[in-house]
Each structure stands twice: as C-alpha cells, then as structure tokens.
C-alpha cells in the first residue's frame, strides 16, 4: 500500500487489546480466570461451555462490575475463533461520531482531522469475536448500522462506498433491561431480537458470596502490588465482615478493596480494623419472614417473587439475579401463578 492510501490501525488502547488477546499467554490466562466455587457460578460455566461452539449472537445481562466482558472472553477462550481476535469496545464511552469510527473505521479525508485510513475495531476482529459492552447506550443512528452489520456481515468505513465483508462473533452486554428500552422507543426492536439469540446472566456478587474468600485470596496474591509482599492473608473476623458486606460494586468493588488493603496493610495479616468502616459495620443478612401455619410455601414462593419485582421496579433480569435463579425460571414461575401478563412485553408487530 502506498505512502497516500497508508492505513493505521485502531487507537493504541484497543489495538493494544487486540494484540493482547491475539497472542494470549498463561500469565494472562492465570489473571484472567473466572475464579468460583458456588453453584450459581458453576451453572453459568457450564452455560458457557454449551453455548461457546456455536455461531449464535450472545447477549450477557448483569449489573455493573458482574464481570460480563470476563464472561465474553471465556467464551470466546471456549470457541473455535479461540486463536483469532477478541476485541472489546464500550459503548457508553464514546460520542456518536468516535463511537462509529472506531467500530467500523474511516477512510482518509472523511472528516475533518481523518489524514488516513483507519481500520475499525469491526475489522480488526475479522476471524474472532466482538464484544460490545454496554450496547444499550448506542444511539439510534449507530443501532441502525451495527443492525445491518449483523444482518449483512459487511460494513462500510466512514467515508466509504464499498462494502467489507467480516466474519465475526458477536458479544453484546448491558446492566440494563433492553426489552423495557424497546418499549420506551430506546433501542430498536429488530436489532434486541439479532443480539440476544442466546442470553446469559452474571449473577452480583451478593448471589455468591460463597466466593468471595477464593476472589480475595486469588486479588491479593495476583494483584499488581503482590510484590510488596504483604496483606497476603486474612484473618478470620475480617473475612466474615468481607463475606457479610453485600458489594453494592460487586467484583469490581471488591477488587479495589483488596488493592487498597495491600498497600495500607502493615503486615502479611489483614485484621478486622484494617477493613473500611462502612465494609466492617454492614449489617448482616435479616430474617426474610417469619413463619405463618397459615401460608403455604407457593404462597410464600409467589409473594417474594412479587415483592423483588416491585423492589426492582419490574426489572425482571435484576430480581432474577437477586432471586438466584435464570430469567427463564421467572417467566416459568410467572405464569404458574397467573402474573405473566402484568409484567409481560407487549412490543409492536415489526412492520
């Protein structure tokens, strides 16, 4: 290619990101593992390892800090694409106009300030996988093409008139509950119908706090500040204060905090007082209802379902993950006790 049509490759950050999951190492791998001993968790693996050879479009659901682009990479580390590119873009961090470059390129002199070529993040992952995170922030314009990408397999670069063929596996994630968006007139209804052939949750950490001492142990003995060789361990009473706290956060909240215990820890032992006062003072878990001979468990079952939807303002993914069980079993369980069309979708037949 000739010094006037040179062609540059994605920003440093995700061209980084790119090269990074191209040329996986097991130091990598070793930092990367999805670390768990709770069933919940083990279901979700095990959802992954059925779902990973496939071709279909995954949509994984799960508040902030659940781990979901942890998620899309293990699955992605599942696939036949494993060698090729996994390449990750957030949605919700870029205006419209970068938003659009960066995921499909541009062609030189296409905008202002656009001096040469650029390869979009679409492109770079050609052969792998693209994880689109936060894909309920998309704006409506972005929405449209990202929908005829899907449903083409090609794009066309700012600027450009020909079409690019690319062959990609397409991960999307998002902590909102895009059906409800449909309706608002938020996200186009054809496009949620392409992205969630498949649909996976990430459960908060409150769900598996039986993990929480396997996740504490495998952040201090891999964090970046192992080195200076203390708050390796922890002893008992702040461990059960660490378990207790339900980690509004999740993982990643708790990862900061065993960061922060590292560095300001004086000793190999991490105590109790060395523990954030809001972690230590949580309240432990309250009794959830007495016991009443005259209430059956389906009615007991049925009340408390009802009651997390109301708390989660009918945010069925949110009450689902706060229940402990899958989007599916709350349908199920819906229509067992005669619910389902008060917290039913009711979309517009596409035209």
Known sequence: MNDNNSTILPSSQNANQVMWNTNTTSKVLENKTIVYQSEVMGSLMKMIDRVAPSTANILVLGESGTGKELIA???????????????????GALRETLLESELFGHEKGSFTGAYTRK?????????????????????????????????EGE????????????????????????????IKGNFREDLFYRINTIVVSAPPLR?????????????????QHAYLNRGRSVNEEAMKALVRYDWPGNIRELQNVCERLQILSDG???????????????????????????MTLHDLEKRYILKALAHFGGNKTQA??????TIK??????????????????????K
């Open 73 to 91: 990479r293990s699955i992605h580390d599942r696939s036949n694409r494993k060698n090729k590119a996994f390449v990750a873009i957030n949605c």
């Open 119 to 151: 390869i979009g993040l679409a492109e770079a992952a050609n052969g792998g996988t693209l994880f689109l995170d936060e894909i309920g922030e998309l704006d409506p314009a972005i929405q449209a093409k990202l929908l005829r990408f899907i449903q």
């Open 155 to 182: 794009i066309y670069r700012v600027g450009g008139k020909d079409p690019i063929k690319v062959d990609i596996r397409l991960i999307c994630a998002t902590n909102r509950e895009l059906d409800q968006e449909v």
């Open 207 to 223: 769900r598996r706090k039986e993990d929480i001492p396997a996740l504490i142990n495998h952040f201090l003995n891999n964090s």
């Open 268 to 294: 190999h032992m991490i105590m109790l007082n060395d523990i954030p006062e809001n972690i230590r003072n949580g309240e432990a878990e309250k009794d959830v209802i007495e016991y009443d001979p005259g």
């Open 320 to 325: 689902a993950n706060n229940l402990g069980i």
């Open 329 to 350: 079993t709350l349908y199920n369980k819906l229509h067992e006790y005669g619910e389902f069309e008060k917290f039913a979708v009711h979309t517009k037949p596409m």
